[in-house]
């Protein structure tokens, strides 16, 4: 089963990226651009989630949920 979290990323004063993941506390990377702070997330999210497994902890998993406006 693929796993697929909502991510934040914010643009720094810098110009690099930083990005979080909601659902994995202390999950944070950064890139110098979109492309390369997404591809981080992937690795940092992946790590995070071995680190979970290790630690024998439950793996968060996301909940889709529809807003009608």
């Not at 979290?5 to 979109?34: A, H, R």
């Not at 997404?38 to 793996?59: D, F, V, Y």
Request: charged fraction near 25%; hydrophobic fraction near 35%; include cysteine.
């Amino acid at each position: 089963m693929e796993l697929r979290y909502k991510i934040l990323i914010e643009k720094n004063e810098e110009g690099s990226y930083t990005v979080t993941v909601p659902l994995l506390p202390g999950c944070i990377t950064q890139g110098d651009t979109i492309e390369e702070a997404i591809s981080n997330a992937k690795e940092a999210i992946s790590g995070h989630i071995e680190a979970i497994k290790t630690l024998g902890e439950p793996i968060p998993v996301e909940i889709p949920v529809e807003v009608e406006t």
